[in-house]
């Protein structure tokens, strides 16, 4: 039983979902939890040191797990590992009241470290991406008052104006709104845009992986990690997409929640493609600016 043995688990990739035949079920991730037994000597903890032990050891192990093979919709099963493998390390979790805790009370607390980690992760990103997350928590792609996007604005250090001009989002007529992938302009150059945040490049990848697939995906990829400015990080993207997964889940935005997934399940081919069309274009160069002076 869990209670009483545990080890770290392990994501094994699934098959990309173009590789399986229409009408059949396969998973996108399965999860291994290898069992060994416990040694006699194990120590006891109380609720507060096991809530510390997973504080502690989760963050890194759910990050590992992000940035392999696991998808958005697999993550809390596979944070099981990890967290049962601190809870069963003791004989015993003694809960405030003296008894035992169970392993169902042990998974809530898992499930809580998961949250707090993810949100803590937002840290990560750039102002904008952190307004976009915060707004999107509140209203998805709803609409929400001017007032209350300025407010939000202020307090990471950007404006609802900025972010209009950027292209995330319309502001009109004392109603702010993000844009879907869908209504982004199909003519953007990444290389031309003064400032792409992490929220942008997700918003643009999601939108040309689903009407174009895979190789405009990479290539756009390609081009956003080739900005001068270094903005694009392939890894903050990917860990923005199981951020806005986990948010979607959880308002219910079913639609949502499964282009995300879709677009982390996908990362490896997108990098693949990605590699394919810099290794076709060849380092990417700038323009040099002449003088030229009489003779």
Not at 99 to 105: G, H
Not at 108 to 117: F, H, P, S, W, Y
Not at 146 to 164: E, K
Not at 177 to 182: N, V
């Amino acid at each position: 039983m869990l209670g009483d043995h545990g080890d770290l688990a392990s994501p094994n990739r699934g098959g990309h979902p173009t590789d399986r035949k229409s009408g059949t079920n396969a998973l996108a991730s399965s999860i291994v939890l290898a069992l060994r037994p416990r040694p006699d000597d194990a120590p006891t903890t109380d609720r507060r040191g096991f809530i510390a032990a997973l504080q502690a050891e989760l963050p890194d192990a759910l990050r590992k797990l992000q940035q392999g093979a696991i998808a958005p919709v697999d993550l809390p099963q596979a944070a099981i590992g990890p967290g049962m493998a601190v809870f069963s390390r003791y004989t015993s979790v003694v809960e405030p009241d003296g008894s035992p805790m169970t392993v169902r009370s042990a998974l809530a607390r898992i499930n809580a470290i998961l949250d707090e980690v993810l949100s803590e992760q937002e840290g990560d990103f750039d102002q904008t991406t952190r307004w976009a997350l915060a707004w999107y928590r509140q209203y998805g792609y709803g609409t929400g008052d001017f007032g209350d996007a300025d407010n939000l604005a202020r307090a990471r250090n950007t404006s609802v104006d900025t972010m209009a001009r950027d292209g995330i989002l319309t502001s009109r007529a004392g109603k702010v709104t993000l844009l879907r992938p869908s209504d982004l302009d199909p003519a953007y150059d990444v290389l031309l845009d003064d400032h792409t945040s992490a929220w942008e490049a997700l918003h643009h990848l999601s939108r040309l992986l689903e009407r174009d697939g895979i190789s405009a995906a990479g290539t756009f990829l390609d081009a956003a990690m080739s900005r001068p400015d270094g903005a694009v990080e392939a890894d903050l993207v990917k860990e923005l997409a199981f951020q806005l997964f986990h948010i979607a889940e959880k308002r219910g935005a079913t639609k949502d929640a499964l282009a995300f997934n879709t677009l982390v399940t996908s990362w490896p081919d997108i990098i693949d493609a990605s590699r394919a069309a810099r290794d076709t274009t060849g380092p990417r160069q700038t323009q040099s600016t002449f003088d030229f002076e009489e003779a």
